[in-house]
Every structure is written in C-alpha cells, then in structure tokens.
C-alpha cells in the first residue's frame, strides 16, 4: 500500500463528518435568529428640575472647651480630704478640697479679738478728742496739749482699721482652705491626695467647662464673607456618626492668617446632654450663599449602600447612572453630578430593572 492511499484513508473519517458539523452550524444560527427579542417596558418617568439650592462649604475643626482652668489652692495647709475624683461633674461653687483649718481658725480667733480691742480703743480715743474740742473752744486748754490728744485719735482709728484688715484676711484664710470650683465643670485630672501640704500656687484639680463647647472652624479667605454672627453651623463628629448637631457662630477672628490664607471663627454648641467632650474632630457644613443645580425626588434614587444611582431614559432605553447627592430639601435632593437638567429619568426604579433595557 502506498504512502498516499494511507493518507486518503486517514482523511475519510474528518471528510464523513463535514457534512454533519455543516449542519449543526447552520441549526445553532437558525435558533439564535428565531430567539424572540425582550419585549420594552414600560416605566413612570420625571424631567430633572434645576433649582436655586442652599451652597455649603464643608469645613474641618475640633471641639473645645468652653473655659478651663488648673485650679490652685490658694492657701498653704495639709489636705485633709477631696471630694471630686476624675470625670466627676461639680457645680459652681462646690467644694473639690479641704486642707487643714486649725492654724487659720486660732489666727481668725486671734484677729477678732485684737479688733474688738482696736474699736475700743477708738472708742475711748474719739470720746477724749470731743471732751478736749469742747475745752479748746473754752480756751481750756493749749493748743499744744489739744494737738497731743487729737493725734491719738487718728492713731487710734488708723489701728481699728489695721486690725479690721487683718481680721478679714484671717477669715478669708478660713475660707480658702475649702477649695471651690469657680464654674461648673468636669475634673479632667485631680492633681492632690489627703496627706498632701500644699501651698498657695500648687495645683489641685484641672477644671473644664464643657456646657457650651467651642466649635474652632477654619474657611478659606475666598468665603469670609459669608462668616456672620449668629449663624448656625451644623457639624458631625466620628463618635456619633448617626447624629447631627448645631452651633451658633459666637467669635469670628480679626483678620486672615498670611500662612494659610483662613479665617479662624467659634461656634458654641450646646451640650445638655454631656456627650461630646473637647478635643473631638468634627465636620461642619456652613451655608455661603444659594447655587443653582438638578434636583430630583429622593424616591427616584436607588441606593446599593452607600452609592445613589439613577436610570435616564436615553433613546429609549435606560443608562445606568452613579450620582453625587447635594443638599436635602424635605423629600427632593439636589444632585451634584450624574444627571442634568431636563433628562428624563425613571421616578421610582425597582430592583428589576438594570442598565440597557429598552423602555416604551
């Protein structure tokens, strides 16, 4: 048998099937073309709307407190006890520490008693000054002696005031040694434990008001103008990310910083409820003026976590868009980008309907 009779019997099989690979071709065509095309549906659709919306500017800050203090004692004494401990809340007025009164007490005791001698003193002293005004009208006695006698009176009265001075400085020693908190306010540290000697500089507690807080915000120079007095501030913080809470512009800056190009303005926030605590980073929005964009119903936004996203009626059929919201107004909201004015787009779109499908 020759080489070229066993290369024909090898190409007979591949030859037989030719015809039955040609037609299973021509099959699989025939049913693609006989596949019926997905009828359109149908959808309730809305035209984008441009209207004048409120402008925000997004601004970063931190919370702090509205006065703070490192309290000192005031006096000199052994601390006999405190009554605050850290985070504790104290109304103005109330005591954080007691040193040791039992020196200061037999000072005062010692003071009102070397007063009540000084008054009379006085006493007797401004009695004999009136007896020899009435002899030296009489020409009684001489003006030399009268001199003598009218010169322990204003002593007199000079040492009743001393010692009414002293009197008063020992009490006031008295009163210092309970130490007082000046404000109401939380203890951020206790510096002093009982046992302790403190003198009239050493620190005892560190004192923070945090009802009203500040709000310190910075704006570029280019929005100063929109900074005014009374103005509200709406801000969020990362510890509550679900709430939102408002300031009211207090303390604008005197002039614009040269290295930064900003304006440093206050807010104080309320803070009743004692959740926010200095120190904290927020986010503020602030209103500059109105702009004018597309404003859709928030109903016509499908949200997929935290994307927004839209479906426009594009030559009869739906594009696929992901928006950027702007401001809310009730049940509309403002879009920044992903559709404009005057599209058609679809006002209530449901979990069936996706990119591409072709619409009535």
């Given at each position: 048998?020759?080489?070229?009779t066993?290369?024909l019997?090898?190409?007979?099989?591949?030859?037989?099937?030719?015809?039955?690979i040609?037609?299973?071709?021509?099959?699989?065509e025939?049913?693609a073309?006989?596949?019926?095309k997905?009828?359109?549906i149908?959808?309730?659709t809305?035209t984008v709307?441009?209207r004048?919306?409120?402008k925000?500017?997004?601004l970063?800050?931190?919370?702090?407190a509205?006065q703070?203090?490192?309290?000192?004692?005031?006096?000199?004494?052994?601390?006999?006890?405190?009554?605050?401990?850290r985070g504790?809340?104290v109304?103005?007025g109330?005591?954080?520490?007691?040193?040791?009164t039992?020196i200061?007490?037999?000072?005062a005791?010692e003071?009102?008693?070397?007063?009540e001698?000084?008054?009379?003193?006085?006493?007797?002293?401004?009695?004999?000054?009136?007896?020899?005004?009435?002899?030296?009208?009489k020409?009684?006695?001489?003006q030399q002696?009268?001199?003598r006698?009218?010169?322990?009176c204003?002593?007199?009265?000079?040492?009743?005031t001393a010692?009414?001075s002293?009197?008063?400085?020992?009490?006031?020693?008295?009163g210092?040694?309970?130490?007082?908190?000046?404000f109401?306010g939380?203890i951020?540290?206790?510096?002093?434990?009982?046992?302790?000697?403190v003198?009239?500089?050493?620190?005892?507690v560190?004192?923070?008001?945090?009802d009203?807080?500040r709000?310190?915000?910075?704006?570029?120079?280019?929005d100063?103008?929109?900074?005014?007095?009374?103005?509200?501030?709406?801000f969020?913080?990362?510890?509550?990310?679900?709430?939102?809470?408002?300031?009211?512009v207090?303390?604008?800056?005197?002039?614009?910083?040269?290295a930064?190009?900003?304006?440093?303005?206050?807010?104080?926030?309320p803070?009743?409820?004692?959740?926010?605590?200095?120190?904290?980073?927020?986010?503020?929005?602030?209103?500059v003026g109105?702009?004018?964009?597309p404003?859709?119903?928030?109903?016509?936004?499908?949200?997929?976590?935290?994307?927004?996203?839209?479906?426009?009626?594009?030559?009869?059929?739906?594009?696929?868009?992901?928006?950027?919201?702007?401001p809310?107004?009730?049940e509309?909201?403002?879009?920044?980008?992903?559709v404009?004015?005057?599209?058609?787009?679809?006002?209530?779109p449901t979990?069936?309907?996706?990119?591409?499908?072709?619409?009535?």
């Amino acid at each position: 048998m020759t080489r070229y009779t066993l290369a024909l019997l090898a190409l007979a099989p591949l030859t037989a099937l030719a015809p039955l690979i040609t037609g299973c071709s021509h099959d699989t065509e025939a049913a693609a073309t006989a596949a019926p095309k997905p009828r359109p549906i149908h959808v309730d659709t809305i035209t984008v709307e441009e209207r004048a919306v409120p402008k925000t500017a997004l601004l970063a800050g931190s919370l702090k407190a509205n006065q703070e203090s490192d309290l000192a004692a005031n006096a000199n004494g052994r601390v006999m006890r405190t009554m605050v401990e850290r985070g504790s809340f104290v109304p103005s007025g109330a005591a954080i520490a007691q040193l040791d009164t039992r020196i200061s007490t037999l000072v005062a005791t010692e003071a009102k008693a070397n007063l009540e001698t000084a008054r009379a003193q006085k006493t007797l002293a401004e009695s004999d000054c009136a007896r020899f005004q009435r002899l030296k009208d009489k020409d009684a006695i001489s003006q030399q002696e009268y001199d003598r006698v009218t010169s322990g009176c204003k002593t007199s009265a000079e040492q009743a005031t001393a010692a009414e001075s002293r009197a008063q400085q020992a009490l006031q020693n008295v009163g210092d040694a309970t130490v007082r908190a000046p404000f109401a306010g939380l203890i951020a540290e206790r510096y002093v434990s009982a046992g302790e000697y403190v003198r009239a500089d050493t620190k005892v507690v560190h004192l923070v008001d945090i009802d009203p807080l500040r709000l310190e915000l910075t704006i570029p120079e280019a929005d100063i103008g929109s900074v005014k007095m009374g103005q509200k501030v709406d801000f969020q913080v990362a510890a509550f990310p679900e709430r939102r809470f408002q300031g009211t512009v207090r303390y604008i800056g005197p002039s614009v910083r040269s290295a930064t190009r900003d304006l440093v303005f206050e807010a104080l926030v309320p803070n009743r409820e004692k959740l926010l605590r200095p120190g904290l980073f927020a986010t503020a929005r602030l209103d500059v003026g109105t702009q004018k964009l597309p404003v859709v119903p928030a109903a016509s936004l499908r949200k997929d976590g935290d994307t927004l996203r839209a479906f426009v009626i594009v030559e009869k059929h739906l594009e696929e868009r992901v928006v950027q919201p702007g401001p809310i107004e009730g049940e509309r909201v403002a879009i920044i980008s992903g559709v404009s004015a005057g599209e058609r787009i679809v006002a209530r779109p449901t979990e069936q309907i996706a990119d591409g499908m072709d619409v009535e």
